[in-house]
């Protein structure tokens, strides 16, 4: 794909509410606020990721792998921060988008030091799904496993 | 806060005044431009972190304690960028913004390598002022301190 | 200049253009797509590095750096991810735009721990060229040459 044939900008309302929809999101994940942040993954979703052997598929798979994380590092006493940057719109109609973004895990440890723990691609088909978007699929690239 | 009962989208002018906002306001402070970085605060500004015993209250205090750390990084040779990132606006109406988003703070010395000093949650409550947005409480939570 | 004489902020769209391309730039830089990512310079672009004893002057030239530089990496097994944000658009008009941002290089080794190798300063003249936007100046400045 040339830059000549980059798909034309989307509206920008729609980039914005994608911006948004990332911070929310993660927002609720790193607040261990599991069950509304799975709420952001359609009923049938998918959550892959070159580090598990894998992919959740459904919420309810998505729920529990999220929650035993969640668990873990609440009881280690690590403040995760899921930052998701770079967002490019690849395609988009009114009912879904397709988008690239890069995403990092920072960790901080109470009393301790901030760090990258993990540095990945991320590649989204987020559907508008009960008045609001939700990701239909999520595949994530981690970089030091390519 | 169920993820249908999240607020309404800003309307996409009002998102990317925010970001524009963000990043002018710490290129200012990066910059070591204190007394306009203050200034981007409202007169009766507050400045609260979890990393000081009080709040900072009001932009004459605020531009204190402003000077007395940039001071003391161009003394030390230590440049500072302050990402701003994650952006979630939660609520707004024409005249007033609260927003929640996450902050980084890195740091390179000259002729050393950058590292991350700081992961935080920042939460503002920012005003139409004087023709422009300006912060009116800034809430900064370090996440080692949590 | 003080905030209340800030650049009114351009149009919503035009900033979610700039981010948009400023993403999807970096992603074919970072996917060892280098023609593609050369093509988003003007034919007559400028990319200026305080940490380049000259600056590369026109694609072709631009071009031969990033590959090499990109050649490099591969062989190494190193993953690069450019990070652009805490944009500002200094100045606009429908032909070309000003905009100042922060970039952050973040390198991950196969099998290894993500890492910033360089935080800095990006300053860019962008402009409407055969349809869409290019970077006419690029100018780098890191952090650690200050």
Known sequence: MSVTELPQSPTAGLYQEIQQFYAQQMH??????VGEWADTF?????FAANAQPVPAV??????EAAAKATEAYAAAGVQRRHWLGM????SATPEAVTARCYAL??????????????STLC???I????????????????????
């Open 58 to 63: 459904g919420r309810a798979a998505i729920t």
């Open 28 to 33: 609720l994940l790193d607040d261990g606020r």
């Open 105 to 118: 895990v920072i960790e901080t440890p109470r009393g301790g030091r901030p760090e990258i723990k993990a």
């Open 87 to 90: 967002v490019s719109v690849e």
């Open 127 to 146: 559907v508008r799904s009960g008045g609001t978007w939700r990701i239909q699929d999520r595949q994530i690239t981690r970089d030091d496993l390519i």
């Open 123 to 125: 590649e989204d088909r």
């Open 42 to 46: 359609t009923e049938d979703g998918v």
